[in-house]
């Protein structure tokens, strides 16, 4: 398949992705394995210049050994709030190491900002969207800048709102690839196991979705896995993902509530 043919985005000279190229990645690869997936959009550079963003957590050891298998070289970067857990951060430097990845990136908040708007560093107590905003939301914008396009770690099964997940979407013209979209727990489990991956050390103690320190909590037996992320808060992402697109039920009207995805 030829490369699909892309718009210029006139604010930032990139040749921009549309909903049509998803669409068509999206009828391509229905039904391929990840792994040839992800192989043939880096040997055909279907995605341009693309990285993968990972948070280092519990279930990121699979998508990055994936990636890994198909191209070490694609840039792996990670935002590091400065509040992250030691142990996460261990971790990363254990996965970049062991899967051979030759362009790591640490993307961090502007010291000034942090100064001027959490000079207390608390933030995250009384306003997480703020703080997510300026340590999270903000420094992944700059580490897309250059990026066609993005591997993000999103399953559909983690919370409904990352339901009906496609495989390849657009956000802001850039290409945004879940390639774990469509897997579930019992998929990354097999996974882990058959590939002999090293697992978070805090996932022992109860900590299934790890984000920063302050705003995770360990999850009860039976409780959703992203119940332990800002616990209390009327808040279940921290703005680097967009909702997802509507994506009918099989024979579904676009229109029908019960085919929309629940924010
Ligand atoms: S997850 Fe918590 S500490 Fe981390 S950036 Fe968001 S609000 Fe701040």
Request: charged share 30%; with cysteine; glycine share 6%.
């Amino acid at each position: 398949m030829a490369e699909p043919a892309r718009q210029i985005d006139l604010i930032d000279a990139r040749p921009a992705f549309t909903q049509a190229d998803a669409d068509t990645l999206n009828a391509r690869f229905e039904g391929v394995d990840t792994l040839t997936m992800l192989k043939t959009v880096f040997a055909e550079k279907l995605a341009g210049n693309v990285a993968v963003v990972s948070s280092f957590g519990t279930e990121s050891a699979v998508l990055l050994d994936l990636v890994a298998k198909a191209d070490r070289n694609v840039p792996v970067i990670f935002v590091d709030t400065l509040k992250m857990f030691a142990e996460t951060l261990n971790y990363r430097d254990t996965l970049i190491r062991k899967f051979g990845f030759t362009d790591s990136r640490t993307v961090a908040p502007i010291a000034d900002v942090i100064a001027k708007k959490d000079e207390t560093g608390l933030r995250w107590s009384y306003d997480p969207d703020g703080c997510c905003e300026i340590r999270k939301v903000e420094p992944m914008k700059r580490a897309k800048d250059g990026l066609d396009a993005w591997i993000s770690g999103r399953k559909a099964f983690q919370s409904v709102t990352r339901q009906n997940l496609p495989r390849f979407e657009v956000e802001d013209g850039r290409l945004k690839l879940n390639p774990l979209g469509d897997w579930t727990k019992s998929d990354l489990e097999t996974y882990f196991d058959r590939e002999n991956l090293p697992r978070h050390p805090l996932e022992a103690q109860g900590y299934l979705s790890i984000g920063c320190e302050p705003c995770t909590s360990k999850v009860a037996p039976g409780e959703d896995p992203r119940a332990g992320r800002w616990r209390g808060w009327d808040k279940v992402e921290c703005g680097i993902h967009s909702p997802v697109s509507a994506i009918p039920l099989p024979g579904g009207d676009p229109d029908d509530p019960a085919n929309q995805p629940v924010f």
